[in-house]
């Protein structure tokens, strides 16, 4: 169980006695853990362990054992929408729409975090001269700093980042702690899976890795 020193007394996630099987083989769990307001939590684990597809089960993608809790409220659809950014090995575009095109279309569904805006969150993420060029023009990076952007501009608390740090330069990295650490400042927090190679390199924010995460 992972609690920080200071937080609120309701997490923005708890997972209680949470397990996934597939074809009755046991995929991880049972899993329990608390995730508040200011945490930074990296799912550490070899290839296959099973941190996307925890990820999948906190995202509502698949069904799980066990009990989600988002604001000590039971995981739903709506709450999903509102109360979590995900961001998952595919950077999610419309590679036909532009980097604003997409990032509109976020707002559209999740929101908008009051004093940003998709100009502001794409020179933020260094795609400054990019907002009007098909997504499908970008590099594997540069589409990243896109999905980051979005992360940026919508008002979810939580985020669930699956390999956050892949198909970035050194500067993305750091850009990747800089947007954790100010989200978890900011009383934010995020369940954050690597392979550790670029795990929290610089700007550091708590580290608080959950083990063992397959049974
Ligand atoms: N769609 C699927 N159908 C069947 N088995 C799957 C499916 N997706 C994943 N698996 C299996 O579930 C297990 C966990 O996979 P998962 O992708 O969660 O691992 P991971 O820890 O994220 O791995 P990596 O570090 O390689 O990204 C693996 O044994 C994988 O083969």
New binding site residues.
Partial sequence: MIASPDHDPIPLLEARGLAFA??EEA?FGPLGFRLYAGDVVLIE????????????VLSGLLEAEGEILLDGEPLTLARLARQVAVLG?QPGLKTDLTPLENLRFAIGVSGLRPGVSPRMALGSVGLEGYEDVPARQLSAGQKKRVALARLLLVPAALWLL??PYANLDRGGIDLVNRLLDTHARRGGAALV?S?GAYAFTSGTPRRLPIRP??A
């Fill in positions: 597939r074809n995929i684990g070899d290839n296959g362990a099973g941190k996307t597809t925890l990820l999948r090995h699956d390999e899976t392979h995460l397959a």
